[in-house]
């Protein structure tokens, strides 16, 4: 089971189709439909679309020798849009990130990292990849090593929509688990924390996996087999091609309810910011006192790159990457901006650190007796935020049961610090994210006069 060189190394970890069906890594098959359509499509086209929505680990590009492997060894000409974005929860993808622009065949979905929120917020998520009009399939992948993998509320929504879960953990403990293995070793999948998988084998190491999986997933539907008495596994004859039909029937498909029924989100969401994914830009109704639009540099591993690994053509590396984002800030106390939106609920999307940040008062239509705080100190912990003090991207709801339609938000920095211990006042907006049982909010709200 070990090499005879290194008694730390099994030989599964030179296998990849036996790690992934040995060790879980294929937690759920999902829908053999949903992806026996799919497959026939790309098939028959030799192209294939992929949305990827995730934080910094789908931002930096953890999946390219998965699409490497795709165009070598199958010959598949590969679109990719990657809307990963670091240290940002899921609010912002559903917000911010049109998927309805796109029509993919895969959606993958890497969140387990920075899924911190309620688990509604990847019940929405899913539910907006599986009802785009290209009947992608939608899948999850588990990117996080800790040991409880897949996170629950993975198993939950993949359970419920039938979607695959591709949960890497078992076979990154086995073969480089930091909390195991020398340095030597875990450095080669993650240079950085362990997680990240910026180790100059990390991300082949994930495509071998990723590649195993879909090819598990093709075996599934072109190939049936049995197993005798004895054990052996024979092939016989397809018994899946109701999956490869192309009748009305296997094109049905019903969304199941929500996990959770009470969903205050709404069914348009519209986001506004100064980046070129929004759906508008983030300009203020009139000209702000104290406030002006900055590039933030953000030190980190993946960034807001979405051009993937150096070795693939992109412009990441294996170190920690430098990338910008727009915002609107302020440092002084009663510095004020007013946004315009549409809708029945309004969130505020800031950048949080531990010191220096200041809070937010937020009113609506001018109305000063109801108030809504947004702080700019965070609580938790990021990589390698002693190091360079960074923080997180923290979206933040302010207001909701207002009445459906067209409101001013205003934003004054108050004189309260976010940190007292480390008092400052710094204020950075990048996008105000509004909610609307409006079917055409995003076409709404969106005229400002400077």
């Known amino acids: 089971m070990f090499r005879p060189d290194d008694f730390m190394y099994h030989t599964h970890c030179d296998d990849p189709d036996r790690m992934v069906n040995d060790l879980g890594i294929v937690a759920n098959l999902g829908n053999l439909n949903r992806f026996g359509r799919m497959y026939q499509r790309v098939q028959a086209t030799k192209k294939i679309d992929i949305l990827l929505l995730g934080g910094s680990i789908t931002a930096g590009g953890y999946f390219m020798e998965f699409f ?12 990719f849009h990657n809307h990963g974005h670091g240290a940002t929860e899921i609010t912002y993808s559903i917000f911010c990130v049109g998927m309805e622009r796109y029509s993919p065949d895969l959606v993958l979905i890497d969140f387990a990292v920075n899924d ?120 016989t004859t397809k018994g899946f091609d109701h999956l490869l039909a192309n009748d009305e029937t296997s094109k049905s498909y019903i969304l199941p309810p929500p996990v959770y029924a009470s969903n205050p989100i709404g069914v348009c969401t519209k986001c506004m910011a100064l980046a070129d994914d929004a759906d508008a830009e983030l300009l203020p109704v009139e000209k702000p006192k104290g406030f002006r639009a900055v590039t933030r540099v953000k030190v980190g591993f993946g960034g807001f790159s979405s051009t993937g690994l150096a070795q693939y053509g992109g412009t990441n590396t ?86 459906d339609g067209h409101h001013n938000l205003t934003l004054v920095v108050s004189d309260q610090p976010a940190n007292p211990w480390v008092p400052g006042h710094m204020v950075q907006i990048f996008a105000v994210l509004s909610a609307s049982d409006d079917p055409s909010c995003k076409d709404k709200g969106t005229t400002v006069t400077v």
Request: net charge positive; glycine share 8%; hydrophobic share 40%.
């Open 68 to 79: 490497r492997l795709m165009e070598q060894k199958l010959g598949y000409n590969i679109t």
């Open 116 to 235: 911190y929120g309620h688990p509604k917020l990847m019940d929405t998520l899913i539910r907006k990849a599986l009802i785009l009009p290209s009947f992608p399939v939608v899948a999850l992948a588990n990117l996080w090593v800790a040991p409880q993998c897949p996170p629950p509320r993975y198993l939950l929504h993949s359970f419920h929509y039938s979607i695959p879960v591709l949960n890497v953990c078992p076979a990154v403990n086995l073969c480089y688990g930091k909390g195991h293995m020398p340095k030597h070793v875990w450095e080669l999948y993650s240079k950085t924390d362990g997680v990240h998988p910026w180790g100059e084998k990390g991300v082949e190491f994930l495509g071998k996996l990723m590649f195993a999986w879909w090819n598990k997933l093709v075996s599934l539907i072109t190939e049936d087999t049995s197993m005798d008495t004895d054990g052996k596994l024979h092939k």
């Open 318 to 403: 294996h170190q920690p990457t430098k990338s910008s984002k727009k915002s609107w800030q302020a440092e002084k106390v009663g510095a004020e901006i007013k946004f315009p939106f549409y809708g029945s609920s309004v969130r505020v999307a800031i950048w949080q650190r531990r010191d220096g940040m200041g809070i937010l008062d937020a009113y609506v239509d001018n109305d000063r007796s109801q108030v809504a705080k947004a702080s700019g100190f965070f609580k938790g912990y990021t990589w390698a935020m002693e190091k360079n003090n960074t923080g997180r991207s923290e979206i933040i709801p302010l207001f909701e049961g207002l009445k």
